[in-house]
């Protein structure tokens, strides 16, 4: 019989399917998000109408800052803390006191919390971003840290805070740096959505830069299994790497999609966002040994079942930015 955990940014990308899994496992799952309106709030809600139908799902519609959170985390075995302001580009300017309040002032909340409850587990994604524009591939997680963008210092400074919660109070956490997640439910704004969404369409399709930027994705199932790995995890290690195993090109990502959907795309090149970086690549040696990660799912594969995903949910209303 598996015990009740707590999800934040339940109804999210990510947090969507690390629940479905969760209740799979027997889990009673606590569920908390605020719904912003970052991306539609209604598909948020499509994301989580399975989890809702499970008589062990309960969910908590409100902001992390504003809960009582002692009273949700008591008794649970793991808080799993995914609740975050995504997204590179946006992180600039006025828009930044919401990635310090979703990033920074909530996951001060989090930890406070169980700094109070104690013996809970905490495993808190982190993100890739908290490295910056580097030559030195792959990441590894030893390197020097220096975001170039101010979502990756946000997320920077929430890893800190774990830490700074785990030294002096015994905080007991494992944060995982997902390197660039993809598959069915990916936020609207990321290019993977924008790339299908606007090719299902006929429209074109604006790559950022010359398309010879890499990233290593990560396809969705694999991101949730390190959580359930994270879960179990006895070791020393905090921090690991959650990469994919298939670091390509923008270009590359693109001629795989027009097999997939069987059409070329209309490609336009525009200026590189501020706070993207060239590359990412995931050095997953740590995660391998110390949590048995190994990601399943080829690339191939992976978008061929977010463009399947696409084809049966595509939306005209969603706001399209990028990452
Ligand atoms: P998402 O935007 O789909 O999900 C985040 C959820 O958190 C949203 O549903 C939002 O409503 C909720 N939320 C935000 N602030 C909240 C608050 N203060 N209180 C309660 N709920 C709140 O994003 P995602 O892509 O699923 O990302 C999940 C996590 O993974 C985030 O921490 C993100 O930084 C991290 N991450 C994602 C990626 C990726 O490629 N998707 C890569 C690296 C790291």
Same mark, same amino acid.
């Given at each position: 019989m598996?015990?009740?955990?707590?999800?934040?940014?339940? &109804? !999210?990308?990510?947090? *969507?399917?690390?629940? %479905?899994?969760?209740?799979?496992?027997?889990?009673?799952?606590? +569920?908390?998000? /605020?719904f912003?309106?970052?991306?539609?709030?209604?598909?948020?809600?499509?994301?989580?109408?399975?989890?809702l139908?499970s008589s062990?799902?309960?969910?908590?519609?409100?902001?992390?800052n504003?809960c009582?959170?002692?009273?949700?985390?008591e008794?649970a075995e793991?808080?799993?803390?995914?609740?975050?302001? &995504? !997204?590179?580009?946006? *992180?600039w300017?006025s %828009?930044?006191?919401?990635?310090?309040?979703?990033?920074?002032? +909530?996951?001060? /909340?989090?930890?406070?919390?169980?700094?109070?409850?104690g013996r809970?587990?905490?495993?808190?994604?982190?993100?890739?971003?908290?490295?910056?524009?580097?030559?030195d591939?792959?990441m590894?997680?030893?390197?020097?840290?220096?975001?170039?963008?101010?979502y990756?210092?946000?997320?920077?400074?929430?890893?800190?805070?774990c830490?700074?919660?785990?030294?002096?109070?015994?905080?007991d956490?494992?944060s995982l740096?997902?390197?660039t997640?993809?598959?069915?439910r990916?936020?609207?704004?990321?290019?993977?959505?924008r790339?299908?969404t606007n090719?299902l369409?006929g429209?074109?399709?604006?790559?950022?830069?010359?398309g010879?930027?890499?990233?290593?994705?990560?396809?969705?199932?694999?991101?949730?299994?390190?959580?359930?790995l994270a879960l179990?995890?006895t070791g020393?290690e905090?921090i690991?790497?959650?990469?994919?195993?298939?670091?390509?090109?923008?270009?590359?990502?693109?001629?795989?999609?027009?097999?997939?959907i069987?059409?070329?795309?209309?490609?336009?090149?525009?200026?590189?966002?501020?706070g993207?970086?060239t590359?990412?690549w995931?050095?997953?040696?740590?995660?391998?040994?110390e949590?048995?990660?190994?990601p399943s799912?080829s690339?191939?594969?992976?978008?061929?079942?977010?463009?399947?995903w696409y084809?049966?949910?595509?939306e005209s209303?969603?706001?399209?930015?990028?990452?």
């Amino acid at each position: 019989m598996s015990g009740r955990v707590v999800v934040t940014g339940a &109804a !999210g990308f990510i947090g *969507s399917h690390l629940c %479905e899994r969760l209740l799979d496992e027997g889990f009673e799952v606590t +569920a908390i998000d /605020s719904f912003t309106d970052y991306y539609s709030p209604r598909r948020k809600r499509e994301h989580i109408g399975q989890a809702l139908g499970s008589s062990r799902f309960t969910l908590i519609e409100q902001d992390l800052n504003d809960c009582d959170l002692i009273s949700l985390f008591e008794g649970a075995e793991c808080v799993f803390h995914l609740a975050a302001q &995504a !997204g590179v580009r946006k *992180s600039w300017g006025s %828009e930044f006191s919401r990635y310090t309040k979703a990033n920074i002032l +909530a996951t001060q /909340s989090v930890l406070e919390a169980l700094k109070e409850v104690g013996r809970v587990r905490l495993v808190h994604s982190s993100s890739s971003s908290v490295y910056g524009e580097t030559t030195d591939l792959p990441m590894k997680e030893g390197h020097r840290l220096a975001p170039v963008s101010p979502y990756g210092a946000t997320k920077l400074s929430a890893e800190h805070l774990c830490e700074l919660y785990r030294v002096n109070f015994g905080v007991d956490y494992t944060s995982l740096r997902y390197f660039t997640v993809y598959g069915p439910r990916q936020r609207p704004d990321m290019a993977f959505s924008r790339f299908i969404t606007n090719a299902l369409e006929g429209n074109t399709i604006e790559v950022y830069g010359d398309g010879r930027q890499t990233r290593d994705f990560t396809f969705v199932s694999d991101a949730v299994e390190a959580n359930m790995l994270a879960l179990r995890y006895t070791g020393s290690e905090r921090i690991f790497n959650i990469g994919g195993g298939s670091r390509i090109s923008i270009l590359d990502v693109i001629r795989i999609m027009e097999k997939g959907i069987g059409t070329d795309f209309d490609v336009r090149f525009v200026e590189r966002a501020k706070g993207d970086v060239t590359d990412t690549w995931a050095e997953t040696t740590r995660a391998r040994e110390e949590l048995g990660f190994e990601p399943s799912v080829s690339i191939e594969t992976g978008i061929g079942e977010e463009i399947t995903w696409y084809r049966e949910h595509i939306e005209s209303d969603e706001g399209r930015e990028t990452e």
